[in-house]
């Protein structure tokens, strides 16, 4: 990311309110959060976020009439806000996105889906806040095509590689362990075994390197793996 987006998370939740502050903040931005929808209402007041994760049931201040709020302020008609809520009825969706929410997600979630859609909203609306491209040596990601290049030639790679490539190219140097990669990866909620990351990591190699060609992907002996941070420089 060229810049770190600030997010207000308004759930009262407590533990999917720190669920999602591990993960969005492990994705790089800055992370508020409230648990009422007037304290929340107050603190938009003093300062705007990039974009709300807002649930639909909050106490003091209904999270669907928060938004209708937010919507009639001048200095808040545009921001994003993603609506939270265990309400799946087509008409009630509808209700959400009638009163100015900008995407709407059912709990329960995919936490990587909801990454991926905070990611494409803020793309949407702050294209300069969020890098639509990764590069690291004659590597190149492209979010939005979904397409990775090396040198002159378009890899191939399937839609858990191209995650897990993109979630270790933005962090270079950083060691996971497999755990920590299903859980930003595969998300945490997911029943797949730790040496799946293995393979994973197996097929991604394959599909980037060619023979001779310097592997960016490292293996860290019990502990995990990480993305080079010296790919692309001469060492």
């Given at each position: 990311m060229s810049t770190n987006p600030r997010i207000l998370i308004v759930e009262d939740e407590e533990p999917l309110s720190l669920l999602l502050r591990y993960n969005l903040e492990s994705e790089g931005y800055t992370v508020e959060s409230a648990m009422r929808g007037d304290d929340a209402e107050l603190?938009?007041?003093?300062?705007?976020?990039?974009?709300?994760?807002?649930?639909?049931?909050?106490?003091?201040?209904?999270?669907?009439?928060?938004?209708?709020?937010?919507?009639?302020?001048?200095?808040?008609k545009n921001l994003p806000i993603i609506l939270?809520?265990?309400?799946?009825?087509?008409?009630?969706?509808?209700?959400?996105?009638?009163?100015?929410?900008?995407?709407?997600?059912?709990?329960?979630?995919?936490?990587?889906?909801l990454l991926a859609r905070v990611g494409a909203l803020l793309r949407r609306v702050s294209p300069?806040?969020?890098?639509?491209?990764?590069?690291?040596g004659d590597l190149?990601?492209?979010?939005?095509?979904?397409?990775?290049?090396?040198?002159?030639?378009?890899?191939?790679?399937?839609?858990?590689?191209?995650?897990?490539?993109?979630?270790?190219?933005?962090?270079?140097?950083?060691?996971?362990?497999r755990a920590q990669l299903l859980d930003h990866v595969w998300g945490m909620d997911s029943e797949i075994d730790e040496r799946t990351v293995d393979v994973h990591v197996g097929r991604l190699r394959k599909a980037i390197n060619k023979p001779r060609e310097r592997d960016p992907v490292r293996t860290i002996r019990g502990a995990g793996y990480s993305f080079d941070e010296n790919f692309g420089r001469k060492i």
């Open positions: 603190m938009l007041k003093e300062h705007i976020p990039d974009l709300v994760l807002l649930d639909w049931m909050l106490p003091g201040l209904s999270g669907i009439e928060l938004c209708r709020r937010l919507r009639q302020r001048s200095d808040t939270l809520t265990a309400r799946g009825e087509e008409d009630e969706r509808v209700r959400g996105l009638a009163t100015g929410a900008d995407d709407y997600v059912v709990k329960p979630f995919s936490v990587p889906e300069n806040r969020v890098a639509a491209s990764l590069e690291a190149h990601l492209d979010r939005s095509s979904h397409r990775v290049r090396r040198g002159g030639r378009e890899l191939h790679l399937g839609p858990t590689e191209f995650r897990l490539l993109e979630f270790l190219m933005e962090r270079p140097g950083r060691v996971f362990s």
